[in-house]
């Protein structure tokens, strides 16, 4: 728990969604113009470790059955060329679900 609060959890986690230095979030920036994974890959012409992490936290949630429908439509932009507003517009108009059993909402 003491590793996730520190800096290189959550801490780090901020920064790669947040800093214009950050390849992960470059790389979701461009995705979010338009720009295919591979388009997106040239233009940074570093490693992007989020496509990895995408692709196996999806096969993680398939294997364990477990349903992350965030991952999935991040993998469907990465990997089968669903464009960034219709996985945001699938997201958006899903049907509401119970995510957190023991919540009294």
């Known amino acids: 728990m003491e590793s996730f609060f520190g800096l290189s959890g959550i801490g780090d986690l901020i920064v790669t969604c947040t800093s214009t230095h950050s390849r992960n979030h470059n790389c979701g920036y461009l995705l979010g ?19 990895n992490c995408a692709r196996a936290a999806m096969a993680l949630a398939n294997k364990h059955h477990v349903n992350m429908p965030i991952v999935e439509q ?6 089968e060329g669903k464009s960034a507003d219709e996985a945001l517009e699938e997201l958006i108009l899903r049907e509401r679900a119970i995510e957190y059993q023991s919540l009294k909402w």
């Open 74 to 79: 991040i993998n469907a932009v990465l990997f």
């Open 33 to 51: 113009k338009g720009k295919t994974l591979e388009e997106a890959k040239k233009e940074i012409r570093q490693e992007i470790e989020g496509v």
